[in-house]
DNA sequence: TTACTTTTGACAAAATTGGTCAAAGCGAAT
DNA sequence: ATTCGCTTTGACCAATTTTGTCAAAAGTAA
């Protein structure tokens, strides 16, 4: 599983559009793309979503690339990281059931 | 797994201790105590850190209790969380072995 | 009721996030 | 070597979120 920087990257080079046509329709800088691209800003739950409808792309795969991106940046430089994301899962499934 | 709230309050009533003693030690109002404990508000890494000393608790434990806290919390709502933390998963283990 | 503890909500300061703008860096074409 | 367009970087700013205080309300036990 990519980044999501890697993903829009990878669709935004396909059309071969600059950074500039792809942000106008965010409506944001290019700057902030081209942040987000390289994983240095994060993208808003609403930008990845227009993202997806913009390249025709998988919405949920956008989705879990850009949760995942979240999920792993806020462990990455924890030594428990592993066990963290291990008791996590239990914690959602628990949740899930109380529904 | 127990959320960090109610693991440290189990450990404060264990002790048969009013929130304003720990409160103290923490050096923060024991509002905002309460509200750590009933899962209304995170602590911080120090504090989590404090606690265990205090308690006497289980470092690691207490850490892991808090960070799967934060990241359960991140996904809870969503629908791809499962996946999500699976990919995340993915990307921490991908990230050590840069290292 | 009184004395103590806990919970709640309004508020404020500090930190973080999400953006703009301008300048610098880079590559390809002339 | 210069220029042209695209990308990247960093300084700065506004808006939002976080982290805490304080005071009052709600519980609880004597």
Do not use: C
């Not at 990257?9 to 792809?22: A, D, I």
């Amino acid at each position: 599983m990519d980044s999501l920087g890697n993903r829009i990257k990878q669709l935004r080079e396909k059309l071969e559009l600059p950074l500039r046509t792809v942000a106008a329709y965010l409506d944001i800088d290019q700057a902030v793309l081209s942040k987000i691209e390289h994983g240095h800003r994060k993208a808003t739950r609403e930008q990845v979503l227009q993202l997806a409808k913009y390249f025709k792309a998988d919405e949920d795969e956008l989705i879990v690339s850009w949760l995942s991106d979240k999920l792993a940046n806020e462990v990455q430089d924890e030594n428990l990281a592993k066990q963290a994301l291990k008791a996590a899962k239990k914690k959602v499934d628990n949740f899930k059931k109380k529904k």
